[in-house]
């Protein structure tokens, strides 16, 4: 049944990668998992271009295990010297777009869940959810799901991390900054130029180090990415404005994040545009890593977001895939990759989901 599995896997990802999937317009490929879905005889439910399913004998006294991964990529970039909507296999690589990111978790996992589906007596329940918008943090992704499946108690999040165990994820904040000053004219003396100004605070936010470390995830990472001022060459501006990228560790909830920079940062004004998504992460004592510590995973921190920042719950990332080809021209994944995926995913679960143990 693996063996079966794994092949109609590597086909389906065949297919999502020959149909376009950008943010917010997943509606495709969204009907090639309800095809599985079918084909494979499981009940699903879809929210827009969410599609989502429980184990066939779900159970309310049981807790719950989040099976997700997401079907909407990010555009070629440039690059690419292939079709980025052509699937080829070329020397055990399987090209495409999305292949990696997060294509080939998806398949993975949701051949995973469907050799579990119909299992009667497991310790915990599953849900499977197929989730859009993860590229662009959008409104109608994983966090707009989570009112309408069951509660929760443990995640799997596919992302490609070589199967190993990412049991800490670095959360974000991205902040607006104004740097106020006088405008004029370019030709008279102004002691008030906001571009002027400008260099010390970015001097400030370059310097800046915040006190606290995290043991997974180390320190809290700022950077300015953007910056905007002036209109023509002639005028001084009465603006300058920033923008700052925040990569928040287990050590800082984000409002403590906003707290410190709104009394401390040298701006006129600083503003989140968000406060939702957190750090996550799991204890290493947890049932579900010390499963997977038994079958030889190795556990890290991850500085890249994922869908783990909607979730409440404890949750790991994990997948077959290298997060360094991810958003990648000629983005590939070894084909050998999702095979030993699959057979990592199912052994792992079936340490978890057929002995008592406590999420």
């Not at 429980?54 to 079907?71: G, M, R």
């Not at 949701?110 to 859009?132: C, D, G, I, P, Q």
């Not at 929760?152 to 190993?164: K, R, S, W």
């Not at 957190?278 to 995973?297: E, F, P, R, Y």
Request: with cysteine; aromatic share 8%; net charge negative.
């Amino acid at each position: 049944m693996i063996k079966e599995l794994t092949q109609d896997a590597i086909e389906l990802l065949k297919s999502l990668i020959e149909t376009p999937s950008f943010s917010t317009e997943e509606d495709q490929t969204a009907a090639l998992i309800e095809h599985w879905m079918t084909s494979h005889a499981i009940e699903f439910k879809r929210r827009k271009n969410n599609v989502w399913s429980n184990s066939k004998y779900f159970d309310k006294s049981k807790p719950t295990l989040l099976l997700n991964s997401h079907h909407d990529t990010v555009q070629p970039n440039k690059g690419y010297t292939k079709d980025p909507f052509k699937a080829s296999v070329e020397d055990g690589k399987l090209y495409g777009l999305g292949s990696n990111d997060a294509g080939g978790c998806l398949v993975s996992l949701l051949a995973t869940f469907t050799y579990f589906y119909a299992k009667e007596n497991l310790a915990y329940n599953l849900v499977f959810v197929a989730s859009a918008e993860e590229e662009n943090s959008g409104t109608d992704g994983l966090n707009s799901m989570l009112e309408h499946i069951p509660k929760i108690d443990v995640a799997i999040v596919g992302e490609p991390t070589l199967m190993n165990l990412a049991i800490a994820e670095k959360g974000l904040l991205v902040f607006d900054a104004t740097i106020k000053g006088r405008s004029g004219h370019a030709a008279h003396p102004n002691d008030d130029n906001p571009i002027y100004k400008a260099i010390p605070v970015l001097q400030w936010f370059k310097d800046f180090k915040f006190e606290k470390s995290s043991p997974s995830l180390g320190d809290v990472k700022m950077t300015v990415t953007q910056i905007n001022a002036g209109v023509q060459h002639n005028a001084i501006p009465s603006e300058v404005n920033l923008v700052v990228d925040v990569r928040v560790t287990d050590a800082y909830y984000n409002e403590e994040i906003v707290k410190l920079l709104q009394e401390k940062s040298p701006c006129d004004a600083i503003t989140p545009r968000s406060t939702r998504l957190n750090s996550s992460g799991i204890s290493k004592d947890h049932a579900l890593v010390q499963a997977g510590l038994s079958l030889g995973m190795k556990t890290y921190g991850s500085p890249t977001l994922s869908d783990q920042a909607c979730l409440s719950c404890p949750s790991v990332k994990l997948g077959p895939g290298d997060s360094n080809r991810s958003h990648s021209a000629d983005e590939f994944i070894y084909v050998e990759e999702l095979e030993q995926g699959i057979e990592k995913y199912i052994k792992l679960l079936d340490k978890v989901l057929n002995k008592i143990t406590t999420f």
